[in-house]
Nanobody, 117 residues
Framework: QVQLVESGGGLVQPGGSLRLSCAAS????????MGWYRQVPGKQRELVAR???????TYADSVKGRFSISSDNTKNTVDLQMNSLKPEDTAVYYC???????????WGQGTQVTVST
């Protein structure tokens, strides 16, 4: 059974930084992409950043220039470096893995990021 374990969330002041990490285990398929989504109460889950196996990255406009995604294909891990954090970045952040052939999604349990004074 695929497991995605996230770490690194927490409370940070505006302008601060956090690094989220996700490790995927029991992966028995080819991965197309790994990424991070976020969700606030009452809103849809939205893409924050994604990186394909080939290294192509996609970022939400709201985080471009502030967030950076990286992955280790040999370890099936994906990290999200978040700099210059803003209160509007407050959300539950979810790790995501997309299977290559079926494009099935797998999700972590989520980690809370709170940006506040």
């Amino acid at each position: 059974q695929v497991q995605l374990v996230e770490s690194g969330g927490g409370l940070v002041q505006p302008g601060g930084s956090l690094r989220l990490s996700c490790a995927a285990s029991a992966i028995t398929f080819n991965i197309y992409a790994m990424g991070w989504y976020r969700q606030v109460p009452g809103k849809q889950r939205e893409l924050v950043a994604r990186i394909t196996k080939g290294g192509t990255t996609t970022y939400a406009d709201s985080v471009k220039g502030r967030f950076s995604i990286s992955s280790d294909n040999t370890k099936n891990t994906v990290d999200l470096q978040m700099n210059s954090l803003k209160p509007e970045d407050t959300a539950v952040y979810y790790c995501n893995v997309v299977e290559r052939f079926t494009r099935s999604d797998y999700w972590g349990q989520g980690t809370q990021v709170t940006v506040s004074t």
